[in-house]
């Protein structure tokens, strides 16, 4: 009769390399925000169900997130909602990644999959497929630059759009 025995054995250094805390966050925080200022001055609050915060500060968010942008006299200007996303406090930026959605205070929805907010110049920035909802109008493309309030924009490769134009009012004649 055969037997054949395997055995396992790690050192302590191997051990310890595999769960030296690199990949491990500092803090978990659950159903929280933080707000961005300057000088003062309320720019954005990011808010999720989950955030882990690591020790280089940076913010693995989940569950949900939600990015209010505010204005001058700090009413919200518009709200990124996304599954998912980081914030990348070295270069104060935040990248939504799945189902996102940008909403403007005018109504106006950006859908995408994925979006990056540069916080210190109020730019929004994707490479990805986009939709966007405007009243009655729907314009698709791929890729884009905007301000964060979502109110200009730039549609870098616009594709089967839909913009309806409206009817010019008939005159009276008599």
Known sequence: MAGIFFSCQNTMEE??????????????????????????????????????QFENE???ASVYVRVEMFDAAENVDAVLTSKEGTYLKSKSTVIARDSVRLKNAEGDVLMTEELTLYQDSNLIVTDFPIEIHKGDNVIFGEGLRADASFKKYTI?????????????EKTNQK
């Open 15 to 52: 051990i310890e390399s595999a769960n030296d805390g690199s990949i491990l966050p500092s803090q978990t925080i659950k159903n929280g925000s933080f707000d961005y200022t300057e000088k003062g001055k309320l720019l954005h609050r990011i808010a999720s169900g989950e955030m882990n």
């Open 58 to 60: 940076n913010l693995e």
């Open 156 to 168: 870098l490769n616009p594709a089967n759009s839909r913009i309806i134009v409206p009817e010019r």
